[in-house]
């Protein structure tokens, strides 16, 4: 046909239904996509309803694919600019978020929201949604200080980590927000319109870090595998754990990994390496809720997963969406907070074999230079200008 003979089409008189359907379909999947879509003109906006619109708390807005990276350093030119990674793409974007200037991220939520406090100037929290600018105004954190005593110290160390609220986030209820402290032991519960939080603590806890996993909060105790319920809110035991844990040389960590709750048993092996010194094993269990025992698997699934552990931030992404060989599926890697990662980089689950890696000799003690050093980044829980500094010191 002629180019004078061909018709062009109007896409943007599609029509309300067709519209409006394919806005559904596309917010199901991401909704980042269903932003873009938005934006294309205004008859699709006028069919598509306005995130900004309705609650923070609303699900089908939660960007829970993204997952914000890390700077290795403070970026001058742009200090409220942040990178997000799609877990399930691979995809990263830039969103510039003035409402960050000056505030203290405390964690990120499964759902992909951002916990954000105006420290130390108040106690003010507030729920972001990175993608959509929406904020939820949640009570101050003036119960939990005043949980401390009147020593504030001891909170104000807790700000010591990389995202000090890690296992935060929102209950199944859809209406209530978590807010977990690891190390002061102490979990707040709060739904926007509150003016405190209702504060429970940790009782007899190891060394964790604790996980949401499909709306429900757990940590670990020495009584093991502990679920948040509430009415009235208290923690009840999921499961116990098959093995021992040394309170004072383990380590255990929850996380997510495609919607199972996993735990690693962080602990020392029996054998020796040539310098006599003894060696770290990581041993993984899966939660079986209807049986509320821990499985332990040598696999984190058939589509290839691979865990990131820190000593308070704990991660599960698919290998697949990353570059072949990038990232080795059934692999346990280490964050720079964890001692061995000068000398281990990860652990494979199959073969029991090690990665080596010296950071001290890597590029990656100033900058993280790979995607593993980038995502191992993401879960180290001191402070990177410290450990930084302190990696410096060692090179001299």
Request: charged fraction near 20%; charge should be positive.
């Amino acid at each position: 046909m002629p180019p004078s003979e061909t018709k062009r089409r109007d896409w943007a008189g599609l029509g309300d239904g067709l519209t409006g359907m394919i806005a559904d379909r596309v917010l199901a999947y991401d909704v980042a996509d269903y932003l873009r879509f938005r934006a294309v003109c205004g008859p699709w906006r006028r069919c598509c309803a306005d995130p900004r619109a309705h609650g923070g708390l609303d699900r089908r807005f939660h960007p829970r694919r993204w997952l914000m990276l890390r700077e290795p350093r403070e970026r001058i030119d742009a200090p409220n600019r942040r990178r997000f990674l799609n877990s399930s793409t691979g995809e990263c974007i830039q969103v510039h978020l003035p409402e960050l200037h000056n505030q203290e991220v405390l964690a990120l939520t499964a759902e992909g929201l951002l916990v954000v406090l105006d420290w130390p100037r108040s106690t003010k929290v507030q729920l972001l949604n990175p993608l959509t600018r929406h904020v939820t105004q949640l009570p101050p954190l003036t119960a939990l200080v005043s949980h401390q005593g009147n020593d504030c110290l001891l909170f104000t160390a807790a700000f010591d980590t990389h995202f000090p609220a890690w296992g935060s986030g929102v209950l199944s209820d859809d209406s209530t927000v978590a807010l977990s402290f690891n190390r002061l032991n102490i979990l707040g519960m709060a739904k926007p319109g509150d003016d405190h939080w209702t504060v429970l603590e940790f009782r007899n806890p190891l060394q964790t870090a604790s996980s949401m996993v499909a709306g429900r909060f757990y940590c670990v105790t020495i009584d093991g595998v502990m679920v948040l319920e509430d009415q009235p809110p208290r923690l009840e035991l999921a499961a116990r754990l098959p093995m021992p844990v040394s309170p004072t040389s383990d380590t255990v960590h929850l996380m997510d990994n495609a919607g199972e709750l996993t735990l690693v048993h962080r602990r020392f092996s029996r054998h020796h390496d040539n310098n006599n010194m003894a060696k770290r094993r990581y041993d993984v269990y899966r939660l079986d809720p209807g049986a509320g025992t821990l499985c332990r698997v040598n696999s984190f699934g058939g589509d290839g997963h691979a865990l990131f552990i820190g000593m308070y931030c704990s991660l599960s992404v698919p290998t697949k969406i990353f570059p072949s060989g990038s990232i080795r599926g059934d692999t346990v890697y280490l964050s720079f907070d964890i001692a061995e990662r000068n000398k281990t980089e990860g652990y494979h689950l199959a073969d029991r074999s090690a990665i080596s890696s010296d950071i001290l000799n890597s590029r990656s003690a100033l900058q993280p230079h790979n995607l593993v050093d980038c995502l191992s980044l993401c879960t180290t829980g001191r402070i990177w200008c410290h450990f930084e500094k302190h990696l410096v010191s060692r090179c001299r």
